[in-house]
């Protein structure tokens, strides 16, 4: 992409260029996920403490992040929300089932 279009874009659009990081997680019964390198990298901040990081952007935690989300169904007690959407400003966390 040249760099005028590069800088044309929004920050959204941003996100949602390709990156040699990303991962596409399969998981047998479980909807495909795509973890996208830019996206990963923009959360950080806010879910970084969740994944015991530091809530800092930089491209180790991006990659740590990264990592800790292809790792979450080998930890104990992980619940599956495949029909779930989430939505900016909505209450965090699921009532428990």
């Keep these: 992409m040249p760099h005028q279009g590069f800088v044309a874009l929004t920050k959204e659009e941003r ?8 991962i596409k997680l399969n998981y047998e019964g479980h909807q495909a996920l795509n973890v996208g390198y830019w996206q990963s990298e923009f959360k950080v901040k ?24 292809a790792d979450m169904p080998n930890r104990p007690n ?3 929300f495949d029909n779930g959407t989430y939505q900016g400003g909505t209450e965090r966390g699921y009532p428990d089932l």
């Design 46 to 69: 806010d879910h970084g403490e969740v994944h015991e990081l530091e809530c800092t952007k930089s491209e180790e935690n991006t990659i740590k992040f990264i990592q800790s989300i």
């Design 78 to 80: 992980v619940k599956w």
């Design 15 to 22: 996100r949602q260029l390709p990156h040699s990081n990303d």
